[in-house]
Structures are given as structure tokens and as C-alpha cells.
């Protein structure tokens, strides 16, 4: 019998986290059980997930806008039960099945007069995943993307621009619910012109 348990159960996670301390701070840890089928995946390799057992998992986004993953391996597990009776709802984190984020309708550039443009993404999920958008913004005399406050659909209208701003750039940070890998879109420039 493992100290932490052989099966995906919310008892068994919050014994994890009391294990490890992840009481509070800066930096919240979500305790991940991986089992032998979900280890083996890509989509969670790319997270640094890269074997069965029990792991703390955390992300954010970094001075340049891009996505970064931290995973800790807490527990190694040789049996691990598969996750079909899974009881945490820690799919965006380790996808049960290979998912991809593909676009249908890609970011473009954009010219304005009057200081209005509406950027837009179309995507689709392989089975049944829900996407989720961050719209990031890197003005012209910046080399770094931030995020922009509030834009999580797949649009970002912009009104009010100036000349200013001409030359900013806009993408699109896409995620899902189902553990599919992070895609962004291309790059869309606004330009001030006729």
C-alpha cells in the first residue's frame, strides 16, 4: 500500500497535500494522480508529467507571456488503477486521452482609420473539449507579450486606438479543459492607415 494511495480519490488527494505543506502562499500546487495510460501521453510530457504516481503541478506565464509548467514527482507508483472511475476533475492538467487544439480561422492583421479592429479565432477541440483564450499584446516598441485583461473569448475588439499604437501585436494563448496541448496563434499586427 502506497503512503498516498493507488487510486485517482480526493481523500487520497488531500493527503498528498498535507504531506507536501501546500497550505497557501504565492504559489498554489494542484496534486495530480497519473496513472499508467495518462503518463504515457504527450500532452502531459509536455507538462513535464512523464510517469505514473502522484505529482504536485503548477503553470504561469513567465516575463515574456509564454506558458511555463512545473511538475514535481511526489510518489512513484509501479500499479497505479486506471483512471476509469476518476474522481478529480484534473483534466486541463492530465489529459485522459490524446486532444488537440487545432484553428479553423487564424489570427490576422489588421489595418484601421478610426481606431476600431476585431481580431478573431475559430478552434476546434478533439473529443468534446471546451477551448479557453488569454489575448496577449506586445506593443510595438516592446519584445514581450502580456496578457490583455479581460480578453478570453475568441475575439478581441479593440476601440479608441491611436496612431500610438501602431505596429502593436496581438495572439492568442489557447487551452482546454481536456489536457490538450497549448497553441497560439500567429501573430496579427494592427496598423494605422486608410
Given at each position: 500500500?502506497?503512503?498516498?494511495?493507488?487510486?485517482?480519490s480526493?481523500?487520497?488527494?488531500?493527503?498528498?497535500?498535507?504531506?507536501i505543506?501546500?497550505?497557501?502562499?504565492s504559489?498554489t500546487?494542484?496534486?495530480?494522480f497519473?496513472d499508467e495510460?495518462?503518463?504515457?501521453?504527450d500532452e502531459?510530457k509536455s507538462?513535464?508529467?512523464?510517469s505514473?504516481g502522484w505529482?504536485?503541478?503548477h503553470?504561469?506565464?513567465?516575463?515574456?507571456?509564454?506558458?511555463r509548467?512545473?511538475?514535481?514527482h511526489?510518489?512513484?507508483?509501479?500499479n497505479?488503477?486506471?483512471?476509469?472511475?476518476e474522481?478529480?476533475?484534473?483534466?486541463?492538467?492530465?489529459?485522459d486521452?490524446?486532444?488537440?487544439?487545432?484553428?479553423?480561422?487564424?489570427?490576422?492583421?489588421k489595418?484601421?482609420?478610426?481606431g476600431?479592429a476585431?481580431?478573431?479565432?475559430?478552434?476546434?477541440?478533439t473529443n468534446?473539449?471546451?477551448?479557453?483564450?488569454?489575448?496577449q499584446?506586445?506593443?510595438?516598441?516592446?519584445?514581450?507579450f502580456?496578457?490583455v485583461?479581460g480578453?478570453?473569448?475568441?475575439?478581441?475588439?479593440?476601440?479608441?486606438?491611436t496612431?500610438?499604437?501602431?505596429?502593436?501585436?496581438?495572439?492568442?494563448?489557447?487551452n482546454?479543459d481536456n489536457g490538450?496541448?497549448?497553441?497560439i496563434?500567429?501573430?496579427?499586427?494592427?496598423t494605422?492607415?486608410?
Amino acid at each position: 500500500m502506497s503512503l498516498y494511495g493507488r487510486v485517482d480519490s480526493t481523500a487520497n488527494q488531500t493527503a498528498v497535500g498535507r504531506t507536501i505543506g501546500n497550505s497557501g502562499g504565492s504559489v498554489t500546487k494542484t496534486i495530480v494522480f497519473v496513472d499508467e495510460t495518462e503518463a504515457g501521453l504527450d500532452e502531459n510530457k509536455s507538462r513535464g508529467i512523464t510517469s505514473p504516481g502522484w505529482w504536485a503541478y503548477h503553470t504561469y506565464t513567465d516575463v515574456s507571456g509564454a506558458t511555463r509548467h512545473r511538475a514535481e514527482h511526489l510518489m512513484f507508483l509501479t500499479n497505479p488503477e486506471a483512471n476509469a472511475d476518476e474522481t478529480l476533475s484534473d483534466d486541463t492538467i492530465a489529459a485522459d486521452a490524446t486532444n488537440t487544439i487545432a484553428f479553423s480561422t487564424n489570427n490576422t492583421d489588421k489595418t484601421t482609420s478610426s481606431g476600431a479592429a476585431t481580431f478573431v479565432v475559430a478552434v476546434t477541440v478533439t473529443n468534446s473539449g471546451t477551448a479557453t483564450f488569454q489575448w496577449q499584446k506586445r506593443s510595438s516598441s516592446s519584445g514581450r507579450f502580456s496578457n490583455v485583461s479581460g480578453a478570453t473569448s475568441t475575439t478581441l475588439a479593440l476601440t479608441g486606438q491611436t496612431a500610438s499604437e501602431d505596429g502593436n501585436q496581438y495572439r492568442v494563448k489557447v487551452n482546454s479543459d481536456n489536457g490538450a496541448e497549448e497553441v497560439i496563434s500567429d501573430v496579427a499586427t494592427l496598423t494605422f492607415g486608410s
